[in-house]
């Protein structure tokens, strides 16, 4: 009787302890929780956070872009309407410099061509937009970061229709474009991150909507050129992607008939990817940002293409 009861105690015990590391486990690869939705449901939208404020730019609704700009203030939970985008417009690259919003390029419509080369600021202290100098070409679904201060193009598909393998650096001091070395593949749809004084350009998709790649390209401004760096774990395209707790998270997708959930993180240090928690449901055309030690992410569509589109608000934090 002493032994069964021995036996019994040391099972509970395991069973415990077994317990306790899956619930360890599972709160380190962090959380996801539901906000205030978007006034306005679209996909194909950019995000952007400055000044503690997520503000969602562009996408389209029923396949036509927009001017769409609102502000998202995660202290109060509540959304209000910022100064509208000069031109509607979606798939826009958006990049944050000295507290002030760039967008670059985007589409006018939903079949991936028509290419723009707006560049536009956007000041929050004076709520309003002006124009600067443009890309040379137009491109949509661009991949946008910012490094030492200057703001980096990279990829994207022109007004045909056409991936590219262009990399362009903008420098907001003197509003002027310059080149520097091209992707090793033409690509669009992609993550691009800046992280430890390098670009990390991870996924997209070569031509149609039906491809993605694992693909990640890893550039060195001292040395002006791109290496490659281990494969992003779950092949995909149309992604969202941010900075975080300095890595880079790459979040989301589609590849038809499905959507995906997949979080994925790479950390420059250790040159590793990272499995954190899913999204709570597949989506793309989406676009993420960070603030306040949370990653939000708005608006996009649950299924392929235009499918299921939502305004969804969900915040995802690591403990």
Known sequence: MHNRLKVLQSATLSVALGALAATAHAQSQGSWTMKAPIPIARNEVALAAVGAKVHV???????????YHDEYDPATDRWRTRAALPHGLDHIGTAVVNGKIYTVGGF????????????????????????????KVGLGSIGVTVLDGKI??????NAAGQT???HQVYDP?????????????????????????????VGGRFGASNDKTDMHDIYDPATNSWISGPPLPTARSGLAYTLYEGMVLVLGGELAPNTFAENEAYDPKTKNWRTLAPMPGGRHGTSAATTGGHVYIAAGSLKPGSGEVTDQLIVFTLP
């Open 164 to 166: 590219v393998t262009t």
């Open 108 to 135: 006018v419509a939903s079949v991936h061509k028509d290419g723009q080369p707006h560049v536009l600021e956007y000041d929050p202290a004076a709520d309003s937009w002006r124009s600067l100098s443009p890309l």
């Open 173 to 201: 001091a003197t509003n002027a474009w310059s080149e520097r070395a091209p992707l090793p593949k033409a690509r669009d749809h992609m993550a691009l991150v800046a992280a430890e004084g390098k670009i990390h350009a």
């Open 57 to 67: 730019i562009g996408g389209s609704v029923q396949g036509l872009a927009g001017t």
């Open 152 to 157: 980096h193009a990279v990829g994207g598909r």
